[in-house]
Structure formats: structure tokens, C-alpha cells
């Protein structure tokens, strides 16, 4: 009898323990399904809504604003790099899809947290020309000190003279 119990509990506590994982892995979608989330679906970023490739980038919205929005992903910024105009007021959105991210400006003060199922927004101005690069400030992975983008500021009349394909292209730096 004693014996019987000892299995039993050993099995309940195998059970218990891959329960545990399973929740674990699951646990973002169903944070999701109960409306924990008020932000993108991580798992779904790419397929719709408003961060969909198409969609990154800097773009003019309805309400005229310059709008970058970007997807921080182990290990990299999507779009890797972003030009914008000097002197204008930006607003940025940017959302992850796995673990949190810190994008931040070299050589500004600037810089925007990336959490999953959720959208960061925030408006910055860029006074100077110039490059700068866009490192992950915050551990987030094995790849995470690669973990980099780039930042292009470049003259007003020059930025609008850019065609929306390629204010996504760098130049080297
Ligand atoms: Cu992304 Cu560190």
C-alpha cells in the first residue's frame, strides 16, 4: 500500500510539472485570449494589423504625422534601418514579438522600450543630421550585444524627396 502511494504521487507530480510547462508556453496567447492584452498579438505581428512589413517603416499618417513604427525581434529591428527628416517632430510605435527589447538613440538621449503585446509610443526630434546607431539596450538573449539598427537623419527637402521604399535604406555607416 505504501508503495502504491509513492508511485501515485511520483506520477501526479510528473503530470504536475509538464502541466506547469505547458502553461508556460502557452501563457502569452492566453493572456491574449482572456484580454490581458490590449496590444498586437506577438504570434500574429507579421500576418495582420498594424505592423504587418508592408506597414514599417516611416510613413505620413491620416493625422499628419510622421509615423515610424517597428518590430523588435530576437535579434534584430525590423526595419534595420529607418531614415527620417531632420527638425520634425516623430512619433514612433514600436512593439516586440518575443522578449523585451530596449532600442535606444547613440548619442541622444532618446530611446523606447519593446514589450510583447504591447505598443510603445512616443515622440522624439531629431535636431542634428546624421547616422547613429540603434543598439538593444536591454538583455534580451543570447544574440542580444548584435542586437543593433541604424537611425538616418537627414535634411527635410532631402527626406521628401525619398520614395517610401527607400527611406528604409541606409546608407553605409
Ligand atoms: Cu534585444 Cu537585447
Avoid at 510547462?21 to 490590449?38: A, D, I, M
Avoid at 512619433?91 to 538613440?105: K, Y
Wanted: glycine share 10%; proline share 6%.
Amino acid at each position: 500500500m505504501k508503495k502504491k502511494i509513492g508511485f501515485a504521487t511520483v506520477m501526479l507530480l510528473v503530470a504536475l510539472s509538464i502541466l506547469s510547462t505547458r502553461f508556460y508556453e502557452v501563457s502569452l496567447p492566453v493572456w491574449h485570449l482572456l484580454g490581458g492584452g490590449n496590444g498586437p498579438d506577438p504570434a500574429t505581428l507579421h500576418l495582420r494589423g498594424e505592423f504587418v512589413e508592408s506597414n514599417l517603416g516611416a510613413a505620413q499618417d491620416r493625422e499628419g504625422f510622421l509615423t515610424v513604427r517597428m518590430i523588435a525581434q530576437q535579434y534584430v529591428f525590423v526595419p534595420q534601418c529607418i531614415i527620417v527628416p531632420a527638425g520634425v517632430p516623430i512619433r514612433f510605435r514600436i512593439t516586440s514579438a518575443d522578449a523585451v527589447h530596449m532600442l535606444s538613440f547613440l548619442g541622444t538621449d532618446y530611446g523606447l522600450k519593446a514589450v510583447p503585446g504591447t505598443v510603445t509610443e512616443a515622440r522624439f526630434t531629431f535636431s542634428k543630421t546624421g547616422e547613429f546607431k540603434i543598439p538593444c539596450h536591454e538583455f534580451c538573449g543570447a544574440g542580444h550585444y548584435a542586437m543593433r539598427g541604424q537611425l538616418d537623419v537627414v535634411p527635410q527637402d532631402q527626406f521628401s524627396s525619398l520614395r517610401p521604399g527607400e527611406r528604409r535604406t541606409c546608407g553605409p555607416g
